[in-house]
């Protein structure tokens, strides 16, 4: 069974950095993307930044110049690095990744989320 685990979240300053990482486990196949969104208290889930295969990258308007991801395609993992960070970036962060696994073929599947406040 696949299952996307979050870490790295907590609390950190105006201006700080946090780096919040991704591992997918399961028996997988293939990942055709994997990307961060986030949710503000009663809002939609949005994206954040995202990265599909080939490496191409896309980032909100909010968050570009900021916030930087990555993956390693070895290890299922996929990371994002955020600086300069502000109190508007407070939310709950999740992972996504769609993919191929064994048994259950292709699917959408999320983390559980992880809290980011940046408060002074």
């Known amino acids: 069974q696949v299952q996307l685990v979050e870490s790295g979240g907590g609390m950190v300053q105006p201006g700080g950095s946090l780096r919040l990482s991704c591992a997918a486990s399961?028996?997988?196949?293939?990942?055709?993307?994997m990307g961060w969104y986030r949710q503000f208290p009663g809002k939609e889930r949005e994206l954040v930044a995202r990265?599909?295969?080939?490496?191409?990258?896309n980032y909100a308007d909010s968050v570009k110049g900021r916030f930087t991801i990555s993956r390693d395609n070895a290890k299922n993992t996929v990371s994002l690095q955020m600086n300069s960070l502000k109190p508007e970036d407070t939310a709950v962060y999740y992972c996504n990744a769609k993919l191929t696994a064994f048994m259950t073929g292709y699917g959408d599947y999320w983390g559980k989320g992880t809290l980011v406040t940046v408060s002074s």
């Open positions: 399961g028996t997988i196949f293939s990942v055709n993307y």
């Open positions: 990265i599909i295969n080939g490496g191409i990258t």
